[in-house]
Structure formats: C-alpha cells, structure tokens
C-alpha cells in the first residue's frame, strides 16, 4: 500500500510539475507555485530524487538556493520569488525591456516620497 501511494505522489508531482512548465510563459509567476507543490510531491516521495536535487543546489547555488530556501518551512515566498524573477530579467532581457526592476524603481520613489512628506508634516505640525 505504501509503495502504490508513493507512486502516486510521484506521479501527482510529475503532472504538477509538467503544467506549471505549460503555465510557465504566461505573464507573471503562474506556474511557480505548481511547479514547487509538484516538486514538494517529488521530493517527498523519493529518497533517490532527494539526493539528486541537493547535487543540482551544490551545483548551481546561484540559480536552485532560492528554490531549496522556497521549499523550507515559513518561507518568504513572495520576495523570493520576485528576487528570482529579477534574476532572470537581468539575465535573459535588454534594458529598455526590464518591467519588474523599473516597476520596482517607481514602488521605491513613491515610498521615499510617502516618507518625506510624512516627516515634513511632523516639523509642520511640531512648529
């Protein structure tokens, strides 16, 4: 019986994977979160695909540390997945291209302006 579940979580992480591939060109981070349940699912069940993944993070640390950190529990997955995905940005797109560094620039502005005026209106109300 343990063996037939196994498989099947196997092959659930197997099709999880392989759609979150599918979904992967779709604007925004769609297919990451099936492909990590998918992964989850894999490494769960398999002793043997465990050992090969920490080969693959000892192998390209840069690229499968934040995958691995994803995967541990009480993760920050919403900002590691956007420091992934300005990794690649910067590694696959031109300049002019980068969306995601310049929508970060603008967030940084519009905070650094919220905090300037927020404590010129404290010497204002303080006078």
Do not use: C, Y
Request: proline share 6%; aromatic share 8%; glycine share 8%.
């Amino acid at each position: 019986m343990a063996i037939v579940l196994k498989l099947l979580m196997s092959l659930a992480g197997m099709v999880l994977m392989a759609f979150g591939v599918v979904l992967a060109p779709l604007p925004g981070p769609v297919g990451v979160p099936f492909v990590l349940f998918g992964l989850i699912l894999l490494l769960r069940s398999s002793v043997w695909i465990k050992r090969q993944f920490v080969k693959l993070v000892r192998a390209h640390p840069k690229w499968l540390r934040p995958l691995r950190t994803m995967l541990r529990p009480g993760a920050k997955i919403v900002s590691l997945v956007w420091l992934q995905g300005l990794r690649v940005e910067r590694g696959l797109m031109p300049r002019r291209f980068r969306f995601m560094q310049n929508s970060r620039q603008g967030v940084k502005q519009g905070v650094r302006s919220i905090f300037k005026n927020r404590g010129a209106r404290s010497t204002e109300d303080a006078a």
